[in-house]
């Protein structure tokens, strides 16, 4: 069905909002529920409960009486940790009063952010594959996505000479992900160096989804706000879900320059009003004491992931090492079947869920995401029936 | 193997010691030869004393298993101090554990027996009767919530969907 039809059929809807396909990893999902005994490697979140002292933390609270509104922009307190954390960890210098929103998860962080800066007909670099909203919300926020495709020839790495072919006279900004979901890949300082003169040269905004910045393995996570230039045009996105494991409390935020956060706030406090209180709390308590946790849960990831990459290998899937994040995006491409067929194929043969690459937009056709967030037990009966089914091929 | 990579191996078998050599080496990403090495030096060494299972007991049905802390005051003697006991109570198989304690009393004795009768007939004829032995009180584990930082009564299951972006 083409957008004409749809506006056709249902003349009530926007057009906007029909022009906007469902997301793909919908379907998969709607599959691999109606099965039972499925090992998923779909999940795009930790397999380990919020630790206990950030459950606590926020018990506690609730004991003692925090179920109201919070300030529009987030806890005060919150947003000094979270300037405190920037600065300890990047080197940063927010100013917590201006320069920080506390959001309902980084999701509206990224949305209001591009609420914020596009007019109608503006222009925003996708880097893809890229997590499934970014080209929706540009589209809902009035800005038409023009997406730029990075490949394993490039490690999944945006490159200067890619991101600038994309670029007209309408751009306004561009929105990537590093540490990568679905490919797992990171681009170092240097890299993003190159990115950034890009940027300078063409006077664009940044979103900088920085949300698996505490899951890298091999090196720190470089910023893009701490690249030379870039402190002042990086709108850096980020939250507690993945570090954390608080996927459910729905606490991101942004920090980024006064103009835009207020712009941001503004946005913010007409929709959403304020991120729930409890979870801010239990937010506060995760940067001021769960560093120790959230390692514990990064080694772990570590250790999967040393053992994702060879077992796939081993199996005969070629397979780019993830750096970050907790996925990999293994080629599928040998088998000669595209990714929603070997995907389909693999939950209904050996009930293991992987999410095609496709749905991950351009550059993802020929991958499957598998996520490593699961336990060893589990991945290592999932790269034996992910065999059988290659053998079976 | 370097000193943080022996630690990570310890880690895991803590967690799991079923996980195969092989698997071992691929977490590590360190050669198999050398994470067979290490294990067998960590065995030889006492750093590795013993694979073991932690078993809900109260799940097996007709299981009369029954666990007794008991706290022993004792009297130490010159030059061995509270050794000598300590090795000779934890010498009788029923004796799980046996700890040096600060405070009120001396030696913590954690004793399984199948029944309560056997429980009680170690505490009168074999541990008060032992001389340097001065006194014993038994207390009996009624539930084990959390044992060897296993929670045994509300496992928190995986509660994910099973596609998420």
Known sequence: ?393 | MEKGKIKELLRILEENSRLEPQVLSEMLDLPLDEVKFTVEKLEQSGIILKYSSIINWDKVEENDHITAMIDVKVTPKREVGFDDIARRIYRFPEVKSVYLMSGAYDLSVVIEGVTMKEVAQFVSEKLSTLDSVISTTTHFILKKYKHDGVIFDDREDDKRMVVTP
């Open chain 1, 1 to 393: 069905m083409n957008k004409i039809d749809t506006f056709i059929l249902n003349p009530r809807l926007s057009k906007t909002i029909q022009s906007i396909p469902p997301s793909g990893i919908r379907r998969f999902f709607d599959l691999a529920s109606s099965m039972a005994g499925v090992i998923s490697l779909g999940v795009g979140e930790p397999d380990f409960v919020t630790p206990w002292k950030m459950r606590e933390a926020s018990i506690s609270a609730l004991e003692r009486g925090y179920t109201t509104y919070t300030a529009n922009s987030g806890l005060p307190e919150l947003k000094k940790e979270i300037s405190k954390y920037l600065q300890r960890e990047f080197r940063l210098d927010y100013n917590p009063e201006k320069e920080i929103v506390v959001t309902v998860g980084a999701s509206e962080a990224i949305d209001i952010a591009l609420r914020a800066i596009l007019d109608p007909g503006d222009e925003v670099i996708v880097v893809e594959p890229s997590y499934v909203s970014y080209a929706p919300v540009v589209s809902l926020a009035g800005g038409i996505p023009v997406t730029v495709a990075t490949d394993k020839t490039s490690s999944f790495k945006l490159t200067p000479e890619a991101f600038e072919e994309k670029i007209s006279r309408r751009t306004k900004a561009v929105i990537f992900c590093y540490p990568n979901n679905p490919t797992g890949a990171i681009m170092t300082g240097k890299e993003l160096e190159r990115v950034a003169e890009i940027v300078v040269k063409h006077d664009l905004l940044v979103i900088s989804d920085e949300i698996y910045a505490e899951l890298t393995y091999d090196r720190k996570h470089d910023s893009f706000a701490a690249i030379k230039g870039m402190f002042d045009r990086t709108i850096l996105i980020s939250g507690f879900s993945k570090a954390f494991a608080m996927t459910g409390w729905r606490i991101g935020f942004a920090a980024g320059p006064p103009d835009v956060i207020q712009a941001m706030i503004k946005i913010h406090q007409y929709t959403i009003l304020c991120a729930p209180i409890m979870g801010q709390m239990a937010a506060i308590e995760a940067l001021k004491n769960g560093m120790r946790e959230k390692d514990e849960m990064v080694n772990s990831y570590r250790q999967r992931r040393n053992y994702m990459v060879k077992a796939l290998r081993e199996i005969g899937l070629s397979t780019h090492e993830p750096e970050g994040a907790f996925y990999m995006f293994p080629s599928i491409e040998s088998t000669g079947l595209t990714s929603e067929e070997f995907a389909e194929g693999l939950i209904m043969k050996e009930k293991v869920a992987v999410v095609p690459g496709n749905v991950f937009g351009q550059g993802g056709e020929g991958h499957i995401r598998c996520s490593y967030a699961t336990s060893m037990e589990q991945l290592q009966e999932a790269v034996k029936r992910i065999k059988r089914y290659l053998d079976s091929l």
